[in-house]
DNA sequence: ATCGCTGGGATTAGATCCAATCTGTGAGCT
DNA sequence: AGCTCACAGATTGGATCTAATCCCAGCGAT
């Protein structure tokens, strides 16, 4: 039960519907979703473990606000881990599992085309998952998830400048080429330089940070 | 509340107190530690968080057995992330927290030619978290230090092999000097090597995980 | 004799209750 | 008028209680 609690918070923050710097207080939730609570403060512990959230000793937790500071953290994490699951997948992964991870990326083609920036980031969810799957390092892949929703906060913020999805789609491409002809380490290689550009295209526009400073 | 609790057990399954697979009951535990059984709970979340214990609903928690593969997917991030946070602070580093940190590097040697391995490991932590510390990066060291725990295990394990703390010395040294002498990539690359070259010695005595395999 | 099933004890998950702490408003003082 | 302090309401953290689930011993059937 608190997990489908953090499930849905985490949700709400990620899409804004809660803003960052809001407080997030018990109660309120425990009635919203008709639950105790008891799976309220689990769920919240669980969302400060990920860097959504930020509590205080006997004042509550409140909406982790973006900056610039924080996203590149979470890019340093990523850049320095996924590529390593990159290349385990490369090294790893059988035709029926890369024919999987073809037909997930056609689709993302088709989000980016209509420029549907939510199906795009939700394709891109599952083809990423879908290479850690194949790498089998569940406690590496456990870092990475948790930066997941953080970093989609930022990228969230970052996708509605334009053209960008066509970019991502060209890259992850390559990458998967690259799984293909067995260049492994190039897999990773391209992969680590894909979430390089993410991070620093995402850095040189500050004002996406602007909004949001919303103190209740 | 919950945080001492979580301190005191992570000590118990790092120290071997509390043996591989043993279940860990929030009853006995919160007799144990006079408190009521709501703080054991979310405890026992954060370490499986940390992946100390595995939790199974409605059954409980049980002490992560160590296992190889385990052991190579801890070293693996720490590898990824830790020399980014020597680098970053052999950039940020002035003289005053350098003195510093080779105090603390002068005491580990000291622990080492008298072979006190608890003594030893005690003041690596605090030469580790220094260098952390003046990196400034507090989202990566949080990943890192929810790895140390688990890494601490298996260096525990692994001290008793002799003449290994000295070499460890060593490594260190260097590290400060690459430090010292302002080469922020050496000392990274430094490090990465220290903690590659631990974790395939580690990998090379698959006998120390053997016992443990006590099943309650 | 071994296997499967049933019932009781143990254990966890969730709800409710209570005490301690914080926040914020408003009165009183300078 | 502005600041300080105190009190009341709100909120969290911890304890206790209840229901659901699991584990295991013991019994019966094959």
Redesign the interface.
């Known amino acids: 039960m608190a997990a489908e609690v953090a499930t849905k918070l985490r949700a709400e923050i990620v899409e804004g519907v809660l803003a960052p710097n809001e407080r997030i207080t018990q109660g309120a939730v425990a009635e919203r979703l008709e639950v105790s609570r008891l799976p309220v403060r689990?769920a919240l512990?669980?969302l400060a473990?990920e860097?959504l959230v930020s509590l205080e000793r006997d004042v509550g937790a409140r909406v982790t606000p973006l900056d610039p500071k924080?996203l590149i953290?979470?890019y340093?994490?990523r850049e320095?881990?996924e590529p390593?699951l990159t290349e385990s997948a490369a090294r790893r992964i059988d035709a029926e599992q890369l024919a999987a991870l073809r037909a997930i990326n056609d689709e993302s083609e088709v989000c980016a085309e209509r420029e549907d920036i939510d199906g795009y980031l939700a394709v891109d969810r599952r083809l990423h998952g879908g290479i850690f799957a194949v790498a089998d390092?569940?406690?590496?892949q456990?870092?990475i998830t948790?930066t997941f929703a953080t970093a989609e906060r930022y990228r969230r913020a970052f996708s509605i400048l334009p053209h960008r999805l066509e970019t991502s789609v060209v890259e992850h491409r390559m990458i998967l080429d690259a799984i293909e002809r067995g260049a492994a380490e190039d897999a990773g290689e391209l992969h680590r330089i894909h979430i390089r550009r993410t991070r620093l295209t995402l850095s040189e526009h500050p004002e996406l940070f602007s909004r949001g400073g919303d103190d209740g």
Do not use: F, K, N, S
């Not at 390092?137 to 590496?140: D, N």
């Open positions: 689990e512990q669980q473990g860097g924080d953290e979470t340093i994490v320095a881990l390593v390092l569940p406690r590496v456990a870092v948790g």
